[in-house]
C-alpha cells in the first residue's frame, strides 16, 4: 500500500492493478499464487489508502469468469474495471 500513497503523492491520478487471470486460477500453478479472494483484498485495501481511483484488471476465458469476476471486483468497491482482452493463436 505504500506504492500507492507514493503514486498518489507524485501526482498520479489512479492507480490500475495488475490483472486477474481466469487461466492461471484454473491452472492451479504454484506461479500464480494471486487468487480472488487474496485480489479483491487487495484491491479493497489500495481502495482504502488513498484518495485516488483504483482500477481492476481483469483477463478471463469463459463468458462465466467475466461475469462472475467483473461482478465481484465491482462489489469489492473498484472505480473501474480495465478488461484485459487478447487471444494467442495457438491453431491454425
Request: hydrophobic share 40%; glycine share 8%; aromatic share 6%.
Amino acid at each position: 500500500m505504500d506504492n500507492v500513497r507514493q503514486m498518489e503523492q507524485a501526482g498520479a491520478a489512479a492507480v490500475v492493478l495488475h490483472s486477474l487471470f481466469e487461466e492461471q486460477l484454473q491452472a492451479g500453478a504454484p506461479e500464480f499464487r494471486v487468487d480472488p479472494k487474496t485480489y479483491l483484498e487487495h484491491m479493497s485495501k489500495a481502495k482504502r489508502t488513498g484518495g485516488i481511483p483504483i482500477i481492476a484488471s481483469l483477463n478471463c476465458t469463459t463468458l462465466g469468469g467475466w461475469l462472475s469476476y467483473a461482478r465481484r471486483i465491482t462489489e469489492a468497491g473498484a472505480d473501474a474495471l480495465e478488461l484485459n482482452i487478447y487471444k494467442i493463436p495457438t491453431h491454425d
